[in-house]
């Protein structure tokens, strides 16, 4: 009994086209990867072009409401305190909260799942001295650790991200190990080692294919977590200091105007949910297109649509 | 029609899925008289249980969907009535036995408090479902039945979780007992028992007996009629040793000649210098002794089949001589080398000579990697065997060999039956061109005829290539087509090992004799002569 799935020839048509596809088929992933794109463009390109009017200050335009377009299109979503326009200025931040957020969540989930994938397939020492290491860690509070390495070191854009990166490490170790652990005993890895595959090979080669999913997901999940552990720290006054700027700085600026000027704090927060849900919705994609046995879904609906 | 105490009439079974409606069964008819032993015969995909979920209540709708016919159980019909209903009668005159008693068993609770729970249910006071659970695990055979109802269920072997299962069906009396695959997880001498205790049972409280089953050995053993179903449909019915001998629908004919057992016996292969030769191999975690003292030779192009029941330590001799675990003592020598004390490096060597298939190769094959990518992985680990150019024409080669079409190559295991993936399976043991093939338990998965072709295809393989197999199996009638020497292992140990005519047929120790004698025969006829023999020797 053979499943007639539809079979895409990978060759003849490239891989691009057959990603192409696979993301057309899926609605609310192409919406998600058109946002993100825009957000990676402001942050590549937003300070360059908008720099000098996010910091430029209009007193006449304090507090501004969005949608009045009297004061030029850069109002469009309302000034903030000292009068800068909102839009330039998301449009800018975008480029330090990506920084740090990506900085933070990939160092995190490098270092976390190489050192899970130690735990996990070292039976000696090694096995019982890191899932340790990651105890110690989860056990001092992060808010604390990165009050203490922040007043020492100064805040910028780098240590922010160290100082995250550490906290998170524990969540990708863990969780990598304990995969480890149960797809060591697969049969896949014994008729490898049968085989007489290399431990390396093992690794990367069937291991790491089958909990990477696990680890994207957690890190699309950990990426709204970093965003907000940031601004937390910007709050305290020991994360990014202005005027250089992130969203979450943004929104903790505007908390105190939340009752007469709203839109203060509600843009660069739509910018956050925005952001991090599109990470969650394409994570999910990815999961399913990067997974053999589910990537008949999109087909199925490719076809229909198309 | 309402003389029959249980009658599916018309049923058909949709069952909604992504990729469109699923008939599971359709039209079926068939039924149960009192004191009446009836079994479902069919392969995996035959829709041979979906009936009997029907009459349970246990068929998710949606997606599952009745699209047609009557369920009749005394005269009424059970799917026009409401879930109140169904409950009453469900597990109170309707019992149902699974396949695998510990996970239907709760493992927080003692199996006591488990089967009085069925009783207090149905309205029994906790006292005296105490006294009658005491007495049921005594009819079941449970030693003890006082201090047994306070243990747990892990306390238990397999053996006796179906016994509990079997007590827990039979608390309230039913009128009809649903029992689905009962005996496929146990040992052969375990099946045994758990059969004839059922058939016991029957026919003491003259209840009907609906067996759902993929083995004919088990209609031959204790049932009266028999339907056989392909496909969704009944393509058969009637009395089982009318069925067994005329056959009259070319799928049961298929079915009853692809049943394992019946072909010629090897008259073994000419003595010679051994292959391997393993010598006092074993194997210890902790205190415990796996393998005590194992030898055996393999000749070049010999079977050697390993039979056993579980925990006997057939499974361990492979993986202690795959390297997968580190024997504890003796040796193994291999073209005048000592497997067990191989450097890494010679090790690797090694691995390309002995290659091994496993059990379920739903799990041996990694779900994520294309047919093309399972295969040729062989060649990246071992450069030098085929030119990296010839990757593709070898793949397609290979697969060509054991039965599958070269374009199969760009597909995933997912998208392969159970038979096909084991071909897959064996089509990467051989890219590395090895001379000794492990198969553990390589056809026990699989479906009746797949597993005669799976073993065809071997011996094929064994005649156009010269492989030697060391073929683990605890199914004695395959072993008796396919092997050419049978080592037969109980507790760790080597009972007996011989040729296989001499076993089959003049079995030495009890041991064997016993196994032979519990197996089932797809023949009615010899099966109840066994029986016969059986009964006799326990008296």
């Known amino acids: 009994m053979v499943q007639t799935t539809p079979l895409r020839e990978a060759r003849s048509k490239g891989r691009l086209a057959t990603t192409w596809s696979l993301l057309c088929a899926d609605k609310f992933a192409l919406a998600a990867a058109i946002i993100l794109t825009i957000v990676v463009l402001c942050a590549v390109f937003g300070p360059m072009f908008l720099g000098e009017q996010a910091s430029h200050q209009n007193l006449r335009g304090r507090n501004a409401p969005p949608f009045d377009l009297a004061k030029g299109w850069l109002y469009v979503l309302g000034g903030d305190q000292l009068g800068r326009p909102l839009l330039a200025r998301i449009v800018v931040a975008a480029q330090n909260t990506m920084a740090i957020a990506t900085g933070a969540v990939l160092a995190s989930m490098t270092i976390g799942g190489t050192l899970g994938l130690i735990a996990g397939n070292s039976r000696g020492r090694a096995g019982q001295i890191i899932p340790r290491l990651a105890d110690v860690i989860m056990s001092f509070p992060s808010l604390l650790l990165a009050v203490i390495v922040l007043y020492m070191l100064e805040p910028s854009v780098k240590n922010i991200i160290i100082v995250l990166a550490i906290t998170r490490i524990p969540v990708y170790l863990r969780t990598t190990r304990a995969e480890i652990l149960e797809i060591r005993e697969r049969m896949f890895v014994q008729a490898a080692k049968v085989m007489g595959a290399s431990e390396f090979r093992i690794v990367f080669r069937h291991m790491l294919p089958v909990i990477l999913p696990t680890l994207i997901t957690i890190a699309t999940l950990d990426f709204a977590f970093v965003m907000l552990a940031e601004s937390s720290l910007s709050f305290l006054g020991i994360g990014i200091q202005p005027p250089e700027i992130t969203w979450g700085l943004m929104v903790s600026q505007g908390r105190p105007y939340l009752t007469t000027a709203w839109w203060l704090s509600f843009w660069p927060g739509l910018a956050i949910i925005l952001a991090t849900l599109s990470l969650n919705l394409l994570s999910n994609w990815m999961r399913v297109a990067l997974d053999p046995q589910q990537r008949w879904r999109l087909e199925i609906g490719g076809r229909k649509n198309g | ?539």
């Open chain 2, 1 to 539: 029609m309402a003389d029959h105490l249980l009658e599916v009439r018309n049923l058909s079974v949709t069952f909604h899925t992504a990729r469109g409606p699923v008939h599971a069964v359709r039209d079926v008819n068939w039924h149960l008289d009192r004191g009446e032993v009836l079994a479902i015969l069919g392969e995996s995909g035959s829709g041979k249980s979906v009936s009997a979920s029907a009459i349970m209540d246990l068929i998710d709708c949606p997606p599952g969907e009745i699209t047609s016919g009557r369920i009749l159980f005394d005269g009424r019909d059970l799917l026009t009535m409401s879930r109140e209903e169904r409950r009453h009668i469900n597990g109170k005159r309707i019992a149902m036995i699974f396949q695998d008693p510990l996970s239907h068993l709760n493992p927080v609770y003692t199996v006591g408090w488990q089967i009085e729970e069925t009783m207090v249910i149905h309205g029994t006071s906790r006292q005296e479902a105490r006294q009658t659970t005491v007495d049921l695990l005594r009819k079941v055979g449970i030693p003890d039945p006082e201090a047994s109802v306070h243990k747990y269920p892990h306390q238990f072997s397999g053996g006796q979780r179906q016994r509990l299962m079997i007590a827990m069906a039979l608390a309230l009396r039913p009128d009809v007992l649903i029992a689905d695959e009962p005996t496929t997880a146990l040992d052969v001498t375990v099946q045994a028992q758990i059969l004839a205790l059922l058939e016991e049972l029957q026919r003491e409280t003259g209840m009907g007996l609906l067996i759902i089953t993929h083995d004919l050995g088990v209609v031959a053993e204790v049932a009266d009629r028999v339907v056989v179903m392909n496909a969704g449909e009944i393509v058969e019915a009637g009395e089982a040793s009318e069925v067994y001998h005329n056959p009259k629908h070319p799928y049961t004919r298929k079915l009853i000649a692809a049943a394992p057992g019946q072909g010629e016996m090897s008259s073994g292969v000419e003595e010679g210098a051994p292959l391997l030769s393993l010598r006092n191999v074993s194997k210890r975690y902790g205190t415990f002794e796996a393998l005590k003292g194992v030898s055996f030779d393999l000749m070049p192009g010999e079977t050697v089949a390993v039979v056993g029941e579980s925990g006997s330590g057939k499974s361990t001799t492979a993986k202690v001589l795959l390297r997968l675990e580190e024997a504890s003592g003796g040796s193994a020598i291999y073209k005048g080398r000592d497997l067990f004390t191989l450097s890494p490096r010679e090790l690797y060597e090694m691995r390309r000579d002995i290659q091994m298939v496993f059990q379920d190769p739903t799990q041996s094959l990694n779900p994520r990697m294309s047919v093309y990518a399972l295969i040729s992985e062989a060649w990246v680990i071992h450069p030098g065997i085929v030119e990296r150019s010839r990757w593709r024409a070898r793949v397609a080669e290979l697969l060509e060999q054991v039965g599958l079409l070269p374009e199969h190559m760009y597909r995933y295991p997912h998208q392969f039956s159970g038979g096909q993936r084991q071909r897959i399976a064996i089509a990467r043991a051989l890219a590395l061109e090895p001379q000794i093939i492990v198969c553990d338990e390589a056809v026990s998965a699989l479906d009746v005829s797949i597993q005669a072709q799976v073993i065809a295809l071997l011996d094929r393989l064994q005649d156009e290539l010269g492989i030697s197999f060391i073929f683990i199996a605890h199914d004695l009638p395959v072993v008796r087509d396919f092997a050419d020497r049978v080592i037969v292992m109980q507790g760790g140990r080597i009972v007996e090992q011989g040729d296989v005519r001499q076993i089959f047929e003049a079995p030495r120790e009890p041991y064997t004799q016993a196994l032979l004698a519990a197996s089932l025969d797809p023949d009615p006829e010899i099966q109840a002569e066994r029986r016969a023999r059986r009964l006799e020797a326990a008296e």
